[in-house]
């Protein structure tokens, strides 16, 4: 079964940096589109960044010019650099991958808390 492997979460103060990555379990397929979403405790999921295969990049506005989206085809990852984090950063981070077959996979999670 393919999963999407998250890394890179955790607890930083009010205008720090972390680095998200996600990875295909098993590179059997290639990865179309990749999309890094947020929850907050008691909100819906929201996109925060995708990047398509021709490496185009759509960022919500609350994160433009903190936050970059990358992406590394040959090794089928996402990397997600978050800079000048706000409190209101603080959420569990979802990776998710579309398949050139057009299925989707999402990630387990990571948690991204950001002190005051």
């Known amino acids: 079964q393919v999963q999407l492997v998250e890394s890179g979460g955790g607890l930083v103060q009010a205008g720090g940096s972390l680095r998200l990555s996600c990875a295909v379990s098993?590179?059997?397929?290639?990865?179309?589109?990749w999309g890094w979403y947020r929850q907050a405790p008691g909100k819906q999921r929201e996109l925060v960044a995708e990047?398509?295969?021709?490496?185009?990049?759509n960022y919500a506005d609350s994160v433009k010019g903190r936050f970059t989206i990358s992406r590394d085809n040959a090794k089928n990852t996402v990397d997600l650099q978050m800079n000048s984090l706000k409190p209101e950063d603080t959420a569990v981070y979802y990776c998710?991958?579309?398949?050139?077959?057009?299925?989707?996979?999402w990630g387990q999670g990571t948690q991204v808390t950001v002190s005051s």
């Open positions: 998710k991958a579309v398949s050139n077959l057009r299925s989707v996979y």
């Open positions: 098993r590179s059997i397929f290639v990865i179309n589109a």
């Open positions: 990047i398509s295969s021709g490496a185009n990049t």
